[in-house]
């Protein structure tokens, strides 16, 4: 079946600085990439929409200058957490449409200390 | 964007038993999925509901969708310890393909 491979699995930053977060297609082309946020013990927020080609569709209340996708080709969407401080420390996780539903990347666990 | 309510929000069950676990949502769908996500790991897509159909069996896995009610229900018969992590209902709603998710249900399965 349809795979999103995502990278990394899990990291660790300092406050201040930006973390870069991969979402690679594998086998089929995903023209749309979804992000969604986990706090510990919550459901998926969805962060924003990343489009092939178009700028970004953020969802209310999410920062686009601080959390920037760019979706540059059709196999690859990434998701830049600018200056990340400890409370964006969260599990990070996109998802394609695919042919049969969506495939969900296996997801980033992000701690800012 | 709407999210989905679910019910209860933790269940604890006997192996071999049955788990049923409810999904309100708000507005109209497309369709309705049911995920699994094992503690802090990616999601398990189990299986996808449409607008149009009233239930679908896949395994041990029966959901059911009630458009008139905006409610759907995923029984899990036959619980075994490895059933054990949180299940969500996503749904899928206008011409877009945007997914948003319930609030899940964290299922504990005792062998």
């Known amino acids: 079946g349809a795979v999103v491979s995502q990278h990394p699995s899990r990291v660790i930053c300092k406050s201040g600085t930006s973390v870069k977060i991969e979402c690679r297609s594998l086998d089929f082309q995903a023209t749309t990439m979804f992000w969604y946020r986990q706090f510990p013990k919550q459901s998926l927020m969805l962060m924003a929409t990343s489009n092939e080609g178009s700028k970004a569709t953020y969802e209310q209340g999410v920062e686009k200058d601080k959390f920037l996708i760019n979706h540059a080709s059709l196999t690859l969407s990434t998701l830049t957490v600018t200056s990340a401080h400890p409370e964006d420390s969260s599990f990070y996780i996109c998802?394609?449409?695919?042919?049969?539903?969506?495939?969900f990347g296996s997801g980033t666990r992000l701690t800012v200390v | 964007s709407q999210q989905g309510e679910e019910d209860p929000q933790a269940l604890s069950i006997q192996g071999g038993e049955n788990a049923t676990m409810n999904c309100s949502y708000k507005?109209?769908?497309?369709?309705l999925q049911w995920y699994r996500q094992n503690s802090g790991r990616g999601l398990v897509h189990l299986i996808l509901?449409?607008?149009?159909?009233r239930e679908k069996h896949s395994g041990r896995l029966r959901v059911t969708l009630d458009t008139s009610k905006k409610s759907s229900s995923l029984l899990i018969t036959a619980s075994r310890a490895a059933d054990t992590a949180s299940y969500f209902c996503a749904m899928n709603s206008g011409g877009y393909q945007k997914v948003t998710f319930g609030t899940g249900t964290k299922l504990q399965v005792i062998p």
């Open positions: 998802s394609a449409p695919d042919a049969y539903g969506y495939t």
């Open positions: 507005t109209s769908i497309n369709n």
């Open positions: 509901i449409r607008s149009n159909e």
